[in-house]
């Protein structure tokens, strides 16, 4: 069966560490992976693209890499700030036709 | 400007009631979608919807239809509303294969 696995539902991290999330895929072939961060009460907010044929992506203090073989997309946030406190998700677009699918999301606590 | 808005934020309903929530988006993109996200927080595509097609998730029951009166909106009609229908209900939009855009989300509640 198809899934996509955040494997950790929870996440605490000191202030000014580098937190690293995980999403592992089963039974898909991605053509691409998105991350968007969630708060409480609102909708997911879109974060960073990575295509199926790119290794790395960055933007500012986040960084997203793309290990097809692997099937795993690795999400960093470097120099993490309590603001950064959220529930992160990764989705996968399988056809190309942007139908996401969602990850179960890891709720990261930046402690100060 | 909200770019994807949603009415009503809250909703609470009887069992068996038929319901409607409304969604717009001032971004001029060509495709919306409605995902459901259950108490565990998971999120689930239901629909995604463009003046061509029309994609439905297989395990959404028949009581879920869409409805898009123009490009810009995408209602969600439920027709008897059941327990197991409780949950936020997010409307999204995008512009081909880009970024979504979420909504607010509107928590439904059926008693």
């Known amino acids: 069966s198809q899934k996509i696995e955040q494997n950790s539902e929870a996440l605490n991290i000191q202030e000014g560490k580098t937190a690293t999330l995980t999403c592992n895929y089963t039974n898909y ?10 708060d409480p009460g609102r909708g997911p907010v879109f974060l960073l693209l990575i295509r ?61 | 400007d909200t770019a994807v808005s949603q009415t009503p934020k809250y909703l609470v309903t009887q069992m068996g009631n038929d319901k409607s929530i409304k969604c717009e988006q001032n971004l001029g993109h060509d495709t919306m979608y409605w995902y459901k996200q259950d108490s565990k927080k998971f999120l689930k595509i239901m629909f995604s919807y463009n003046n061509k097609e029309l994609i439905i998730n297989e395990t959404v029951p028949n009581r879920f239809s869409p409805k898009s009166p123009d490009k810009a909106h995408l209602n969600l009609h439920i027709n008897s509303l059941e327990l197991g229908d409780s949950a936020v209900y997010f409307c999204a939009s995008s512009q081909q294969q880009d970024t979504q855009y979420f909504g607010p989300g509107t928590r439904l509640t059926v008693l």
């Not at chain 1, 072939?29 to 969630?38: D, K, T, V």
């Not at chain 1, 203090?61 to 603001?83: C, E, G, N």
């Not at chain 1, 959220?86 to 190309?96: F, I, P, V």
């Open chain 1, 29 to 38: 072939s991605p053509a691409y992976l998105q991350w968007y961060r969630q």
């Open chain 1, 52 to 112: 199926e044929n790119e290794k790395e992506k960055r933007k500012e203090r986040l960084k997203v890499t793309f290990d097809t073989t692997l099937k795993q997309s690795l999400f960093h946030i470097t120099a993490s700030q309590p603001a950064d406190s959220a529930t992160y998700l990764c989705a996968l677009d399988q056809t190309g036709a942007n139908n996401l699918f969602f990850g179960t999301g890891t709720r990261l606590t930046v402690i100060p």
